[in-house]
């Protein structure tokens, strides 16, 4: 993975890509087809979700914020980066919510179109892991204690586990 901090911000882009943070619900369909061009022979797609526990605490929802000009120059390199190491990378697509997300939501999808299987799951981890490490992204866990006490912690989603 590279450090984007040493590298500039790339506002260049392909126009194949897709880079959106957005309040809305995210669509697989709708990434996937975005990801999806002639000249692929797979599209790999991640999605991360919002999971009921961490480290054994039950979440009870989590609240996204995004510096978004930010996080989508910072999507931007990670797709320059793909098309540097990955050359036949087709379309790549990140799309990240913000605000408040119910367990079972989907907070981000990362999608990758390749000719071969191999570069594009190895693009969209990569592009993944770096996301998670260099955007401004931040969550808020809210949870609930089994004595009902309930109390939220804001963590930035570079020092989340994978």
Not at 57 to 82: C, D, G, R, S, W
Not at 84 to 100: E, F, L, Y
Request: glycine share 6%.
């Amino acid at each position: 993975m590279v450090n984007l901090g040493s590298l500039p911000l790339t506002t260049d882009t392909n126009p194949g890509d897709s880079f959106a943070i957005t309040i809305a619900p995210l669509s697989l369909a709708e990434v996937y087809k975005l990801a999806d061009d002639a000249a692929n022979g797979a599209v790999v797609v991640m999605s991360g979700t919002v999971r009921n526990q961490t480290e054994g605490k039950a979440v009870e929802y989590l609240e996204y914020q995004a510096y978004q000009p930010m996080a989508i120059a910072v999507f931007n390199t990670i797709a320059a980066h793909i098309r540097q190491q990955w050359q036949d990378a087709n379309r790549i697509v990140i799309h990240h919510r913000v605000g408040k997300l119910k367990i079972g939501e989907i907070s981000v999808i990362v999608a990758v179109g390749c000719p071969h299987r191999g570069e594009a799951f190895a693009a969209c981890r990569y592009a993944i892991d770096t996301l998670k490490h260099n955007a401004p992204i931040w969550k808020k866990e809210f949870f609930r204690e089994d004595d009902g006490t309930a109390h939220s912690t804001w963590v930035s989603i570079g020092a989340c586990e994978e």
